[in-house]
Every structure is written in structure tokens, then in C-alpha cells.
T-cell receptor, first 112, second 114 residues
């Protein structure tokens, strides 16, 4: 069964304190792995898509990396405005082509 | 402005009273999808549609119906709502398969079934 697990569930950082969020996945064949940001009361906002092991993508203070079993979202020198829930999702080959499986998210709080 | 809209944003209803949540996108996207989000369970896909007249089940389709008669609209229908369908619902759209294009989410519909 395809599965996505995110850790930690919650993370509190001081402004400027870099850290990483983890997304481990089990799929029959990975078509794509996605990172989203979700603010309270809003829909998720797309951040990155990663396709193959070794791939990296960056956007401002965020950097996403991918291995064959997990993905990391590295946050460098975070600011309070980076506080949000970060969601990881995967799409697998085979089966239902349009099916996305989401993890439960990591709630990030950055204190000034 | 490119966007996904959902209506209503908030709805309180009673068990068994049929309801429809509308979803519309103005980006000419082929792919559309419905999710529900529950505390401790995360986002789960209900149904998705690869194009007009093409729909398929996600992970939690029981108790829901969808239709895709037009490219821009993808309504979610609850024929006989029950309290366990109380949730936050999101509609989303992509230009193609999610793995190839950015997925845009709507603002959400908070549904309470009494």
C-alpha cells in the first residue's frame, strides 16, 4: 500500500535556526513527490515537485531534496512568516493515475 | 486572476439533506480533484477527473458523487450527508497530471452535518 509519513508532527524554531522536515514514502513506483505549504484556514500552496533520487529544488529559504525512500525540506534561517503547515504528497505509477497521497503534515512555528 | 473558487465557503446542514458544493476554475485545466481534510488524518483524495466526462475514485469516495460536464466545473455532491462527512473540503486543479504541473487549490468549504 502506498504511504507517506511526515516527521516531526510539529516543530518550533527560533528565527534564524535552520532545520529540516522529513517525508518518508512507500510507493510501487514514484511518479512525483510534492511539497506544499498550508496557512491556517487556507488551501495548500504548491512549493516543489521532485521526480528522481538526487534531485534538489530551491525557493528562497526552502530547499527540497529527494532520495529513494524520503524527501527533506530544509529551511535555512527561517523567519516568522515561514510559520505554516508543510505537506508532502506522492503520486505513483500504475493504478489510478491521478491519485495523490498526502502525509499528515508538519506544523512549523518560527518565533522571533 | 487565475483561481479555483468554491461555494459555499461554510455550510451547516442536517443528516440526509442533499447538498452540492460547487468548484470552478478559470485556468482551462484538464485535471480537477476533491479532497477532505480532517484533524489527525490529513488531506485525503475523494474523487478526481482527468478531463470532461472522465472521473475516478480517490481514497475515500464513499458517500460522495461528482460530475464533470464542463471543463471548468467539478461539483461535489453529497446525496445523503451524515455527521462523519463533517470536514474541510478542498477542490484543486492542474493543467495536466499533478506530477507535471503545479496544482492549484481552492479556499476550502467547511461543512458541518448535524
Amino acid at each position: 500500500e502506498d504511504q507517506v509519513t511526515q516527521s516531526p508532527e510539529a516543530l518550533r524554531l527560533q528565527e534564524g535556526e535552520s532545520s529540516s522536515l522529513n517525508c518518508s514514502y512507500t510507493v510501487s513506483g514514484l511518479r512525483g513527490l510534492f511539497w506544499y505549504r498550508q496557512d491556517p484556514g487556507k488551501g495548500p500552496e504548491f512549493l516543489f515537485t521532485l521526480y528522481s533520487a538526487g534531485e534538489e529544488k530551491e525557493k528562497e529559504r526552502l530547499k527540497a531534496t529527494l532520495t529513494k525512500k524520503e524527501s527533506f525540506l530544509h529551511i535555512t534561517a527561517p523567519k516568522p512568516e515561514d510559520s505554516a503547515t508543510y505537506l508532502c504528497a506522492v503520486q505513483a505509477y500504475g493504478g489510478s493515475q491521478g491519485n495523490l497521497i498526502f502525509g499528515k503534515g508538519t506544523k512549523l512555528s518560527v518565533k522571533p | 486572476e487565475a483561481q479555483v473558487t468554491q461555494n459555499p465557503r461554510y455550510l451547516i446542514t442536517v443528516t440526509g439533506k442533499k447538498l452540492t458544493v460547487t468548484c470552478s476554475q478559470n485556468m482551462n485545466h484538464e485535471y480537477m480533484s476533491w479532497y477532505r481534510q480532517d484533524p489527525g488524518l490529513g488531506l485525503r483524495q475523494i474523487y478526481y477527473s482527468m478531463n470532461v466526462e472522465v472521473t475516478d475514485k480517490g481514497d475515500v469516495p464513499e458517500g460522495y458523487k461528482v460530475s464533470r460536464k464542463e471543463k471548468r466545473n467539478f461539483p461535489l455532491i453529497l446525496e445523503s450527508p451524515s455527521p462523519n462527512q463533517t470536514s474541510l473540503y478542498f477542490c484543486a486543479s492542474n493543467r495536466g497530471l499533478p506530477s507535471y504541473n503545479e496544482q492549484f487549490f481552492g479556499p476550502g468549504t467547511r461543512l458541518t452535518v448535524l
